[in-house]
């Protein structure tokens, strides 16, 4: 069993919906990243988490570390949110970062 | 553009070649993350460098190597090349490293490895 799992694997989309992704891990951490990856490949930090809830536009990232859950919300998605995003964990005891296997979004105008 | 910056972007070499991917982290930053995702395995934590010194090591295997030199640049050196080296490479870099900190990463683009 992995120590980041995320669902779904794959999730369409209409424009205008509400969009969940979601992140258990199985360690002990000391942060939680969401992370976008664009079909050419690029990676971009979205969100590094340890606790509560952040915003940043339509994107809000939520953790509950005593269920060890994480969700990634989209509000209003755009066909050019799709990507992947990817939920890695650092891990309190390594300090490694722990990766997800990624969700696939495609969102469709 | 992130600030960090990962050459070359694409390379294609040959089966037991040696090749070297080179990283400058951005400004200010003095960790260095290498992560390897390839098509089967997903992203993969190789190796870390904290301002010159290896702080943390993955699953790097013994053929590939790296250091960060004192300018703060990094690079990755893969060496006796095989098909399944194949993969996107990626640097990132962030502030600080330690056991309890939670360290905003940044990513450069990659380089892709092509090995025939």
């Known amino acids: 069993k992995n120590e980041v799992e995320q669902s779904p694997q794959n999730l369409t989309a209409q424009e205008g919906e509400f969009i969940t992704i979601n992140c258990s891990y199985s360690?002990?951490?000391?942060?939680l990243h969401w992370l976008q990856q664009h079909p050419g490949g690029g990676i971009v930090s979205l969100f590094m988490?340890?606790?509560g809830k952040k915003k940043h536009g339509r994107l809000i990232a939520t953790i509950n570390i005593q269920e060890k859950h994480s969700s990634l919300h989209i509000t209003a998605s755009h066909p050019r949110d799709s990507a992947v995003y990817i939920c890695?964990?650092?891990?309190?005891?390594?300090?490694?970062?722990?990766f997800g296997t990624g969700t696939r979004l495609q969102v469709f105008p | 553009d992130s600030g960090v910056t990962q050459t070359p972007k694409h390379l294609i070499t040959a089966t037991g070649q040696r090749v070297t991917l080179r990283c400058s982290p951005r400004?200010?930053?003095?960790?260095v993350y290498w992560y390897q995702q390839s098509l089967d395995q997903g992203l993969q934590f190789l190796i870390q460098?904290?301002?010159?010194?290896?702080?943390a090591k993955g699953n790097i295997l013994e053929r590939f190597s790296a250091q960060q030199f004192p300018d703060l640049h990094s690079e990755l050196n893969l060496s006796s090349l095989e098909l399944g080296d194949s993969a996107l490479y990626f640097c990132?870099?962030?502030?600080?490293?330690?056991?309890?900190?939670?360290?905003?990463?940044?990513f450069g683009a990659g380089s892709r490895l092509t090995v025939l």
């Open positions: 990132a870099s962030s502030v600080v490293a330690g056991p309890s900190g939670a360290n905003v990463l940044t």
């Open positions: 360690v002990g951490i000391s942060a």
């Open positions: 988490l340890s606790s």
């Open positions: 890695a964990v650092r891990s309190h005891n390594t300090d490694k970062l722990i």
């Open positions: 400004s200010g930053d003095l960790s």
């Open positions: 460098y904290y301002n010159g010194e290896e702080r």
